[in-house]
């Protein structure tokens, strides 16, 4: 690699090689350079893809820096609406964080999603990146969790009745659903207790089961590399393409996070998130309350399932159509194993369509019928 | 107010206006720079007998012709068709007093567009001496266009002293030089003319992007730094040309910038502020990203990513141009004529024989008028700055308060430098408060701010406690809602002075009060429907 | 892994002639000055403000009053709040007043009055101070204690500016 420093110094005395080399001989940097330049990206017409979990990991970082600044005024429990109030309309630039943390937290769940669907119709889950796809699952689950806690967090009216809608979903659970949603409220209804405790595990405990989870997601991919469509695979070598991660693919990853960052200033700068009324206990939902888009298609799922059958059935219906497309989700390395091209690898495909239909059916149709 | 109102719903006037404005931005900087790139490229593709070059540029140019002569073209007649109609009075006046001036411009469009054409019809059917010949033509025939438009688009900013003192008179023409050359003028010219070079390389990366890495690398490499290169002296160079055209504008506009800093609250003017970060951050993705991307790895510099870097462009570019026309709030032509088209020398007139007087063309009942013809310049009812949401929650006696302080424009006005004065009589500015009331479903009360004082002389003297909270009525009292229709002229104060017998029967006392207190209270009363 | 079998081709060439690279790599720490103003500007003025603001109150502030019923009586010293400085109020023995920043001068631990003594000191480091003058009689602080103007209005010891 030849941009990168040499293990002998060169002919002039250089200090940065001096202190590289002194380092190197006591923490073995000459075997980290090696890991992480020896990657290769390959280079085909489905090469877009790989930015994806690039610019998921921009906007973690983005929610990283701007969160510990809200952490600097924000205050949880019963101050929590009026530290939002003056963050929003009172420090300075307090607008533009807290917009930046809004918009970049949805658009991370949009590259999370567009990532893992780019994965799964690559079949990148496939032999040896099994523990990438469920470290990854594990990872999607956490950022919806991160979504969900944090929408709480102003506590305006938007936010309590979005958690309250939102805390059906666990109600649902057979037999424990009740007692899940009163230790996760702290009590009997959404009050400064949830706030505090969505704080906490906004705060706290999701970062500390997010970090290392993705750690060893980014040190599985560095491990295996990029997977290739099924097409690019079967082209002979003379045919095929790749750049060296490093420097060339993190050249071109780096502009696309610097364009992903544009793209959050553009939001946060021309549509910065407003604040609403202070949460009420005691004021009725407002007409055509929802959850955050992320969270569209299971809502409407249930509603739509209630629609369709008597009573609790309809709920039950939808939490176990739900769950199952969710184990099969998890499982498909397994189902979909090394066969190539083979009836189940079309029926992986075929169900990654439909899922992925079916979420934007539901979400469109969940708007439209607010 | 002389000229019909251009009600364009949910977007506003302004902003057709700023769409087609933008977009044409992109274009005909890309023609003034693009002209220069072209030549100069043809020149050193000649010089260094490349063939493989002049194919490249002959497509180029070939896309130049389309995108400028085409879209360019029809974006600024539609910028033409758009003012005129969102801002008449404002056109007008630019016309009037540069008529010569576009005169010229026309001239050199014309000739710019016979140029392009032949250029790009000519190519390897004239001698190359020739052929360069008429790129230079173009090239700065285009840089003329731009040279006169820039002096038309600055004096709005910056009219400049010795305009101004003849403004108003007939007599502006005599200082249209020093009109067109005004205090903004070269700081601007030098900011476009560094932009239209950016945008030049911006655009011809979408050709070099085209070219096919993998059978003629070098080729692609080559073209594509040469045009990212073109980037890199306008980087450079905008930040101080930036200082200078900021050094140049008036003071209060300046000002404006640092209305974003604290807060974004519904009625602060935040928009130069949030534009200038966009600007900032746009610019140094552009670089960055031609740096990583198209520097670094020309082979693998795809069509996609160089439609990345032009909406970049397009961010920075809207992102200043918006800027740049908020800055001249509350006026189109600067201390001369404000954005709704009335001019500053006619407000006191105005304020006197009432505004519905004073214009030839009127709509909808006087309230309704005095929004239409004074405030939908720049607001919608429900869209851009919707007055529905700016004012959500207010009462009447609140929305007096605000046309108060938009009427007297006190010196601690938060809104005197970005709104023109609200003109009329009391009648038409009471009318215009119950028109917005009625946007906003604002609570029936007081009217102005005489009325709103006797809604306290009303409570003071426990009239509600018969005639009910804003006198709605009760077990022991009539409610006073219409009294003002019942009881006309000085009826009312008559009553009050001396009730009927029914009223003292039931109650009725008469009010002991100071003149003011009473005026107020009769205010009150009427106010009440 | 099979990628590494793949044929590398479009690694990175190396950039333009000396001259070019200097303008390049001006372009781009321009760049980089741009993303750190865009960035580090608005997270300064947002972590300043608590600060920036009490600074601005702080100069708007010239004058505090404060009703003399509620102070001790002659041969005692408070210590009040003038905007955000704590500040020394000195109530003498013949009913005379003086007012001092109450920040000693050396490294801005709170001083002390020792009616006892006679003067103003600083537990942190022994300094002392004149308490009729505020200059420094002992110790290390460097500069003497800033002298506000008191004056006693109506039933009001009014402590303001100099």
């Known amino acids: ?370 | 107010m002389n000229y019909p109102v251009w009600d364009v719903p949910f977007l506003g006037s302004g902003w057709v206006v700023g769409i087609i404005a933008i977009f044409h931005v992109m274009i005909s900087h890309f023609a003034v720079g693009g002209g220069f790139y072209l030549i100069l490229a043809e020149r050193k593709a000649r010089r260094e007998n490349r063939a493989d070059w002049l194919e490249i540029i002959r497509r180029h140019s070939h896309f130049f012709l389309i995108l400028t002569a085409a879209f360019g073209t029809v974006s600024g007649v539609g910028i033409w068709f758009s003012i005129g109609l969102a801002s008449p009075q404002s056109t007008s006046a630019l016309i009037h007093n540069f008529v010569f001036g576009w005169a010229m411009e026309w001239c050199f469009f014309l000739v710019e567009i016979a140029t392009i054409l032949v250029y790009y019809s000519t190519w390897d059917r004239v001698d190359a001496k020739t052929h360069m010949r008429i790129g230079w033509l173009y090239a700065w025939t285009s840089f003329g266009t731009l040279a006169i438009i820039n002096g038309i688009l600055t004096f709005m900013l910056t009219p400049g002293k010795a305009w101004l003192a003849v403004a108003g008179t007939g007599r502006e023409a005599s200082e249209f030089w020093a009109a067109l050359f005004n205090p903004t003028y070269w700081p601007s010219l030098v900011l476009r003319t560094l932009i239209c070079f950016a945008l030049a390389g911006v655009w011809a990366l979408v050709t070099a992007s085209r070219i096919d890495g993998f059978t003629k690398p070098a080729l692609k490499t080559e073209v594509i730094r040469w045009s990212a290169r073109w980037l890199l002296p306008s980087f450079i160079l905008i930040p101080p040309a930036l200082a200078w055209y900021l050094y140049a504008v008036p003071e209060t506009s300046r000002q404006l910038l640092q209305l974003g800093v604290g807060t974004i609250g519904s009625g602060m003017f935040t928009q130069v502020a949030r534009a200038a970060l966009v600007t900032t951050m746009s610019s140094a993705t552009i670089l960055a990203v031609v740096y990583f991307l198209a520097w670094k790895n020309p082979k693998d510099f795809g069509l996609g990513h160089a439609i990345a870097v032009v909406f970049l462009a397009l961010a920075a570019t809207g992102a200043t141009e918006h800027a740049r026309e908020m800055i001249r709030k509350p006026y189109t032509i600067n201390q001369y004529m404000y954005s709704n088209g009335l001019r500053k020398s006619e407000i006191a007139h105005v304020n006197q024989v009432g505004f519905t007087t004073a214009s030839l063309w009127v709509s909808g009942n006087p309230g309704e008028a005095m929004f239409r013809g004074q405030c939908m310049n720049c607001h919608t009812i429900d869209g851009y700055r919707a007055m529905r949401q700016l004012l959500h929650g207010r009462d009447h006696a609140a929305i007096a308060r605000l046309l108060n302080i938009l009427h007297t424009v006190p010196a601690d006005s938060p809104y005197k430098n970005y709104m023109p004065p609200l003109s009329g009589t009391p009648e038409e500015i009471a009318a215009l408060n119950d028109y917005l009331g009625s946007l906003v479903g604002a609570a029936a009360g007081a009217n102005d701010v005489l009325a709103a004082k006797g809604k306290t002389v009303f409570d003071a003297n426990a009239c509600s406690a018969c005639h009910g909270d804003g006198g709605t009525g009760g077990p022991l009292a009539p409610a006073l809602t219409g009294v003002g229709t019942r009881l006309p002229g000085d009826k009312l104060a008559a009553f009050l002075a001396k009730p009927s017998d029914k009223a003292v029967a039931g109650g009725m006392p008469a009010p002991k009060l100071a003149d003011d207190d009473m005026k107020a209270l009769l205010a009150y009363l009427n106010s009440l429907k | ?162």
């Open chain 3, 1 to 162: 892994m099979s990628d590494s079998s793949l044929p590398i081709v479009n690694k990175i060439d190396e950039a333009a002639p000396a001259s070019r690279r200097g303008l390049l790599q001006l372009g781009i720490t321009l760049a980089g000055a741009c993303y750190a103003g865009a960035v580090g500007y608005p997270v300064y003025r947002y972590l300043a403000t608590p600060a920036r603001r009490a600074e601005l109150a702080d100069s708007e502030i010239t004058t505090v009053s404060i009703p003399a019923s509620g102070l001790p009586g002659p041969g005692t010293g408070t210590i009040f709040l003038f905007a955000s400085r704590p500040t020394l109020l000195i109530h003498h023995e013949d009913g005379h007043y003086t007012a001092f920043d109450a920040v000693c001068s050396h490294l801005g631990c709170t001083v002390a009055f020792q009616p006892d003594n006679h003067r103003i000191f600083c537990p942190c480091h022994g300094g002392v101070y004149d308490m009729n003058t505020g200059a420094v009689v002992s110790g290390p602080p460097p500069r003497g204690l800033k002298v506000y103007h008191v004056e006693v209005k109506d039933a009001n010891v009014v402590v303001s500016k100099v």
């Open chain 1, 1 to 370: 690699m030849s941009s990168f420093p040499k293990s002998e110094p060169s002919g002039k005395p250089n200090i940065v090689d001096g202190v590289y080399n002194w380092a190197d001989e006591r923490l073995g940097l000459t075997e980290v350079v090696a890991l992480a330049t020896h990657k290769q990206v390959p280079q085909h017409k489905h090469s877009f893809w790989y930015y994806w979990g690039g610019i998921s990991l921009l906007c973690f970082i983005v929610q990283l820096l701007t969160g510990v600044l809200l952490l600097v005024y924000y205050r949880p429990g019963k101050e929590a609406y009026e530290s939002v109030r003056q963050i929003t309309y009172d420090v300075d630039f307090g607008w533009l964080i807290r917009s930046a943390h809004s918009w970049s937290a949805n658009l991370m769940v949009f590259a999370v999603f567009v990532h893992m669907f780019s994965v799964f119709f690559m079949k990148a889950y496939k032999k040896p990146r099994e523990f990438g796809w469920w470290t990854g699952l594990g990872l999607l689950g956490l950022v919806m969790l991160f979504g969900f806690s944090g929408y709480l967090l102003p506590m305006d009216e938007l936010s309590y009745f979005a958690t309250k809608v939102g805390l059906q979903l666990p109600s649902m659970l057979p037999g424990v659903g009740a007692i899940v949603n009163n230790v996760v409220r702290g009590g009997p209804s959404v009050g400064e207790n949830t706030v505090q405790r969505f704080f906490a595990l906004h705060v706290v405990v999701l970062p500390l089961l997010f970090m290392p989870l993705l750690g060893f997601h980014l040190l599985l991919v560095q491990k295996h590399g990029n997977a290739v469509p099924e097409g690019e695979a079967a082209k002979p070598l003379s045919q095929r393409r790749s750049v060296p991660f490093f420097p060339n693919f993190f050249a071109m990853d780096l502009a696309m996070w610097l364009i992903a960052l544009n793209v959050i200033t553009i939001l946060a700068t021309l549509f910065p998130w407003d604040l609403g009324q202070p949460a009420n206990a005691l004021a009725s939902a407002p007409i055509g309350i929802h959850p955050e888009w992320y969270f569209m298609s299971q809502f409407q799922l249930l509603k739509g399932m209630g629609l369709v059958l008597p009573g609790m059935m309809g709920e039950v219906v939808g939490m176990g159509l739900f769950t199952a497309v969710l184990l099969f989700w998890a499982v498909i390395p397994l189902f979909d194993s090394e066969t190539v091209a083979g009836k189940r690898a079309r029926i992986a495909t075929w169900t990654g369509y439909l899922v992925v239909t079916g979420m934007l059916a539901l979400t469109i149709w969940g708007y439209a019928a607010l």
